[in-house]
């Protein structure tokens, strides 16, 4: 009669690792990459000029190879859009901010121009001051002017509810808005980075001078204020 097995267990084998990355850590790797993209073609349209860089160029400073970059952009016109529209997105998340925050009128407005100013020296800030939106596509051009619609408003609204506390001396909000936007967008024409002021000493002083104008009012005590070396041209302000 023949024996009875005995019932015996086998070990699973163990399950080899993948490889591969889950879909969720890919999927922000991507995101990473292309951000990096953006931030590079960023600073070199600040500092070319948008016609003057090419794929390549962008490529050359990111150690890949251009075919990579479709990977994460349709194109160089893909690009710029991106840029211009994280440039007034980071404007508008801080404007928000402020309005949140609450407070008076004049408190909020001032921190919007410090938001503002700070924006227009860092590299998205700067691509849309310096490139701007005129270099894309209408549909696009219209999409990011309203967005630029939504600062304005925000800066007239600032302006009419501080001429109604009494902060403001009375003026046209339209107008008023229009110099203090184009005021602080001219920094990221000038600015340069590691220059002779910093973003906060830059904001603190075209504020100052926003505020309260260049001119002493009869009675008043002259103040001294910090020597600033003569410049052949404003381009210079910025560089050390």
């Not at 922000?28 to 931030?39: I, P």
């Not at 952009?73 to 609450?102: F, P, S, T, Y």
């Not at 501080?162 to 107008?175: R, T, V």
């Amino acid at each position: 009669m023949p024996k009875k097995r005995s019932a015996t267990t086998t070990t699973p084998a163990a399950v080899a690792e993948s490889p591969w990355a889950p879909a969720s850590a890919r999927e922000q790797q991507r995101e990473a990459k292309r951000n990096a993209v953006l931030s590079t073609a960023a600073q070199l349209f600040n500092e070319r000029g948008f016609h003057a860089t090419s794929l390549d160029d962008i490529a050359a400073r990111l150690n890949v190879s251009k075919p990579t970059l479709y990977y994460y952009v349709k194109n160089k016109d893909e690009i710029l859009i991106e840029c211009v529209r994280k440039g007034l997105q980071m404007m508008l998340e801080g404007i928000d901010e402020a309005r949140v925050a609450g407070g008076q009128a004049i408190d909020q407005l001032m921190t919007c121009m410090r938001v503002y100013t700070r924006i227009v020296t860092q590299d998205f800030g700067m691509c849309l001051i310096r490139v701007g939106d005129d270099e894309l596509p209408p549909d696009s051009r219209l999409a990011l002017r309203q967005l630029k619609s939504a600062i304005d408003l925000e800066f007239r609204r600032l302006v009419t509810e501080g001429i109604a506390e009494g902060a403001l001396q009375p003026c046209d909000p339209k107008m008023a808005a229009f110099v203090i936007a184009g005021a602080l967008s001219w920094i990221g024409r000038w600015y340069q980075p590691g220059g002779e002021y910093s973003p906060e000493e830059i904001a603190t002083q075209c504020i100052a001078m926003l505020q309260g104008g260049i001119l002493r009012r009869p009675g008043e005590s002259p103040v001294s204020a910090p020597a600033v070396a003569a410049v052949d041209a404003p381009a210079q302000l910025g560089k050390s």
